[in-house]
Each structure stands twice: as structure tokens, then as C-alpha cells.
């Protein structure tokens, strides 16, 4: 009889998905012998039996193994030939901690169909109890301490298991074989209600709870990654009760629904989306609100599309059920604030805007905000903000990175990456470095990444801003530096996701602001990439923004400062028609004629905040990108256009810092003497107009293929019609679907021009 030993090297997302246990099952079918265990590359295994079955174990490490795995690598070592094999059955056993760390990071994963059928079944010995898990499903990254991932490096050491838990966790056979946060009422964590001095465990914090929702009020609920806020979604005096005491003027809540069927009565999805709202992830998903919707109009005031979620936590699942309505699930803090994510900070934080909480004893040690997509096409989505469930992300470099290399992304939308060798590890959504709670998160999280990769940094690669707190924070490191330029950062992180070289790539890198290499703020960019070089190929026209940063909130600035830069014909007559005193335009008049505080930009996200203005859709930017948004719904509910607003390609003067430039003036124009009619359509032909537009910049540059990136391409109707158009005329489209298109996916690309040598941006 033919025998082999070998060892298997496993690569990816092979932690806390329930990998060993299906390596153990697997085995022990095929009648192999050995053991695997966990160790800072992945897992590893040794494995004995006939040669045939040896084959057969190696495919179903490929084929057969859990959802929630993503098996990257199978690598294997031939030991030896022997007629008796010196191993006996199949074990699993103690993990290895020495060493970098290479493995994926686990991430959060929703209640599975299993644990919810137990979690809601009276004969089942889980009946109810709020922190019900298996190797399916339950926390990972927020309790996770180091790797590898065992319990003795969770939060969950904290819960030593009981007898009955214990069995199961040693049994091959259950569905909880080696589940580390594994659980019960016996021996897991608790849940408590508190409202002033009272105090209440079990299910009677959760009739609390329940009673608070019912009387309109609003419930701090400690989740998987920290605390939200919840409201009764149907209420329109609870939910504007919850605006006026978070700040929060107008920017839409996220709604959380028990189940499928209770989000069918309020918003519309395809199949496609029904399966992401049930996905291990279970993210919000951006979706049209149903007509006769019961949510309250304030949910999302003046707009088309609500952000729906499912409860993910067997918490939720059991308060939503209790309660028969759907909740805002909304992030526990103030604007721009970081998570909430232990009772005392809750307590503290949310006084004056929670009138009670409902906590749990089981600690968070890394606060992981939820995740938010939108639907593109069929089977085609975009990440808005990664969180829960989908960060932190492993990705392979097309290369090896010299050393451990910190990447420390934007000022907006924050996140971080570690690149190792072939490995990059972006860090969740951490927000906007703006107030000193989110920078003090935002270094937690560089210490977090580095101690879970047990490497010291050799190296930092950042913005080219010179005043972004993340640049600043690169500099005080006294690392070796690498500044890579915004928009090229939006470029290749794009690529990064596709595996494509820079070369014969134009990148669209289309956003609100970023710092340009001539000093001005860029935002509407083409830049050309050909044998590992970047040139600013095009760009959208120049204009000034009248205010600088206050152009940015105050829409109607931005549109006047177009006016002038066309020459000045019809200025007054505009400035009178948004609502400027005299005043006022005399002042900014005079800032424009003289560029003080009126920085140049070519920002194509100020372009869709004046044309929503002229189009008389909004004013301001009360929360960020909310005329451009609301220009996007305008078009969307339009369906066909009138002819496309004009916006035609011009050739630049030699040293103009472009070959060519996108020219906004005949659109603008067209915008701004629109004859009335429908606003929607007039919204879409802009839209349209901008889609030709990238299609003639494409075909001057005579590239073959397209990349789409930067905040504009968070717009859906505008990403279908350029992804259309651009493979109409016969071009290769590439647009994010792992990665943000936004800000969050900069320190990806960061790593990629670190990898590259890749970094400014050549101006003609």
C-alpha cells in the first residue's frame, strides 16, 4: 500500500471560521491521520494516509471549505514514504504563537440560520440567550487580542465554559468544535438594562428595553463592534428627537429590520441585495425606499434611498423581534466621534442623548463601525465604508515589500495599512481625523495592527497634504518617507483590487479635494500611466472657490465663483438669485477678483454641488456630499434625458499643468438658463454630459484600459453610464469593489506606490 506524509501550509482567511474543525472532519472522512493547528502564517497541517486520499484532501481544502474561509494558498512538503504510519487518528492541537504574523484577520460575522433557529426554539437549551455563537458566526476582530485566534487570545478569556460548553467545544461532531466564543447562560456573558438607578440582567433588561423603544424613547444597545443608538423607526417624534439631540440636521439614519420580510415592507431589493442584507457580513445596503413606507419621513428627509441592515446579533434579533418594528440603528456618538464601546465611556458620552442602555459584560477590544454598500448591477456592488464583517482586509501585493511598511491613508474617511512581503492589511473605517477622540482611535488602530502583525515598521508612506494629521503623523515616526499624491493613491488603489500594472491605465480620479502637485486643489483628474510613470493627462477646468473651506458647505459659493470664472457675465443676477445681500457679494467679489482666500481647484465634486444649486436642489452640504446626492436622486427618478449637458474636451496651453481640460462653462451655462421643466432631467443630462466626457478624454489618450476611482464614483447613476459608455467604445473599465472608492481606500494605494516607486504626479 502506497503511503505518504506531507505538511500542508494553509494561507488567507483561515482563523476563526471554523477552518481547523472542517480540516478535522475532512481528515477523519478520508481516513488520513494527523493534526493541524493554528500558528502566525495561518494553519498548518501534517497529514498521513494513501496517496489518493491525500488528493482528495488537498482539493477539498480548495473546494469544500467554510463560507466564511478564503483560502489564498495550499503549499505542501513531501516528508516521506512509509509503510506504517507513525501518527494515530487526527488531532488539533495547541497553536504556535512565535513569530511575524502573515494570517488574515478574522472578521465579524453575522448570527447564522443555525444559532438563530436555537437562539429562538424554547426546547433548545440557548432559548434567548443574547451571546448564542458557532464556528459560523459571532465576533472575532472586535474581541480579538492577538493571533493566533483561540480563546486565550479573545476578551472571551475572560468567561471560563462550563461543562456542557466545553463537551461541544471538544466534540468533532457539533457545530461549536473549537468555536472560541462559545457560550451559554451558564458560564458567557450577560446583558444589562440601565436607566438611572436601576438596573436589571437577563430578560428583564430586555422588557426594559423594549418598554423604552414603545414609549419613544432612545436606547444606547452595546453591539459586536460598539454601542448604537436606537429609536423606533416609525415614530417620526422619536426620530426627531434623536436628531435634535445628536446635532444631526438632515444627514439620513441607518435603519436596522428583524428579518428580510420586515424590510420588505419599508424598502426594495432584488434578490442580489436580499442575499447581502443576509450575508455573514450583513452590511447596510443603500436601497429606494418603498411608496406607503412606514418609516418616518425624518429617517431620511428629502431623500430617495434608505441605508438597511438586518439584526446581526442575536441581541437585536431578540429585542427587534419582541418589539414588531423596525429601529434606527444609528452610531453611538456625537458627529465625526469615535464608537462607544465600554459602559463607562457609553455612560459618559451619551448622557444627555440616551435616556437609557442596554450593556453587556462581554469587552470590545477594537471598536469596528458597520459597513456600507451600494448596489451597482446585478451581482456588482460598492463599498462605501468597510467595517463590520468585511475589515480588516487582506489583500496581496503584486510584490515584496522590504520590511513592515505603515501606510496612513487620508484625513478623511480614515483608514491604515500594514504592508509585509506580498501582504497588505487595511485597517475598518475609522472616520475623519477632525476632533481629538478620532485621532487618539485613530493611533489605537496603528498599535493594534502592529501588534497583531508582531512587527516594528521600517518604513511609513503618506499624503502629499502637508497638513493632514495623518501626514503629520507620518513625519513625527522619524521613519523613512514616502509621500505618494492623493489622486495617484485613488488610481492604484484601484488597480491593486484588479491586479493590473501601471501601464496603459488611464485613472479617473474624480473626489471633493485633494492637494495638487502645483499647489492648487485638484479633484477632477486624469492621469496617465504608462511604463510605471503618472502624468496629468486632463483635468476639469479650473475655477476659484469663493471661501475656501466654506465653499465646501455653502454650495451656492461654488457656483458664483463659476460665474466669475466665466467671465463675469450675469454675476450679480446669479448672486441675487441664490440669496446674497449685497454684502455679502461685494465681499466676495472682491475675493474673487483677487484670489484671497479663493484657492484654484478643478474639484469635480464641487461641480455636482453647483449644479444641484442652479438646479434649485439644495443650498448646502449640512452633512458631506448631500447636493451631489440629491443631484444623483433628481436624475435617477428623471429616466431619459434631454440632450446631454455640454461639456467638451479643450487642448490646454504648453505649461498648463495638462494636455487637456474638461470645460464646465457650456454646461454650466446650459444649467444655469435652464428654460424650468424637469429638474430630474436636466440632472441627468448632466450626468450624461460628464459620462461623454470621460469617454472623449479616454479615447485622446489612446490607453486601453479605464480605472475609475475617487469619492464622485460613490455616485451609482454615474458609474453605470461611464462604465457603459467607456465599454461601448471599447474599452477595459475597472472600478472598485473590494476597496472604497472614497477616501478609505487610500492608504491601499499608498502601499501599491510604496511597492511601485510610484508617487508624484508629472505635470506636462
Known sequence: MVMEETFLRVRGLVQGVGFR??????????????????????????????????????QALWTEAPAAARVEAVESAVLAAAAELPLAGFEILESVETGATDVAIPTDLALCADCRRELLDPLDRRFRYPFINCTQCGPRYSILKCLPYDRAHTTMQEFPMCRRCQAEYNDPESRRFHAQPNACWDCGPIVTFAEGDTRQSGETALRHARAVLVSGGILAVKGIGGYHLFADATSERAVAELRRRKHREEKPFAVMFAH????????????????????????????????????????????????????????????????????????ANLAEEPLCVSEQ????????????????????????????????????TVMLRRGRGYAP???????????????????MKSTVAVATDNHLVLSPHIGNLESPATC?????????????SKREFTGVVCDRHPDYVSTRFAEKTGLPRIAVQHHLAHVLSCLLEHGKEADDVLGVAWDGTGWGEDGTIWGGEFLLLRRNQAVRFARLRPFRLAGGEAAIRD?????????????????????????????????????LDRGVNSPLTSSMGRLFDAAGVLLGLADHNRFEGQIPLALEAAAVAAGEPRPSCPFPLRAVVPGGGAEWEIDWEPGFEALRRHPGGDRGEWAAAFHHGLAEAIVAVAQAARTGTVALSGGCFQNTFLLRLATTALRRAGFTVLTHRQLPPNDGGIAAGQALGALWGLSSVHLP
Open 21 to 58: 474543525p472542517f480540516v478535522h472532519r475532512t481528515a477523519s472522512r478520508l481516513g488520513l491521520r494527523g493534526w493541524v493547528r493554528n500558528d502566525p502564517q495561518g494553519v498548518l497541517i501534517r497529514v498521513s494516509g494513501k496517496t489518493t486520499a491525500l488528493g482528495n484532501f488537498r
Open 260 to 331: 428580510l420580510a420586515a424590510a420588505s415592507s419599508a424598502v426594495v431589493f432584488t434578490d442580489d441585495e436580499a442575499a447581502l442584507l443576509g450575508s455573514p457580513a450583513a452590511p447596510i445596503v443603500l436601497l429606494p425606499r418603498r411608496e406607503g413606507s412606514p418609516l418616518a419621513p425624518s429617517v431620511a428627509p428629502n431623500n430617495p434611498w434608505i441605508g438597511a441592515f438586518l439584526a446581526h446579533a442575536p441581541l437585536q434579533v431578540l429585542l427587534l423581534e419582541s418589539l414588531g418594528r423596525p429601529v434606527i440603528a444609528t452610531s
Open 393 to 411: 482586509t487582506g489583500l496581496t501585493l503584486p510584490g515584496r515589500m522590504d520590511g513592515a511598511w505603515l501606510c496612513t491613508g487620508a484625513q
Open 555 to 591: 454650495g451656492r459659493r461654488v457656483a458664483l465663483g463659476l460665474a466669475h470664472a466665466a467671465g463675469g457675465e450675469g454675476f450679480e443676477a446669479l448672486a441675487r438669485r441664490l440669496r446674497f445681500s449685497s454684502a455679502e457679494l461685494a465681499v466676495l467679489n472682491a475675493m
Open 440 to 452: 487618539a482611535a485613530y493611533e489605537r488602530t496603528i498599535g493594534v495592527l502592529r501588534g497583531i
Open 345 to 380: 465611556e457609553a455612560v459618559e458620552r451619551l448622557a444627555g442623548i440616551a435616556d437609557a442602555f442596554l450593556h453587556h459584560n462581554r469587552p470590545i477590544e477594537h471598536p469596528v463601525d458597520d459597513s456600507l454598500l451600494r448596489s451597482v448591477g446585478k451581482s456588482e
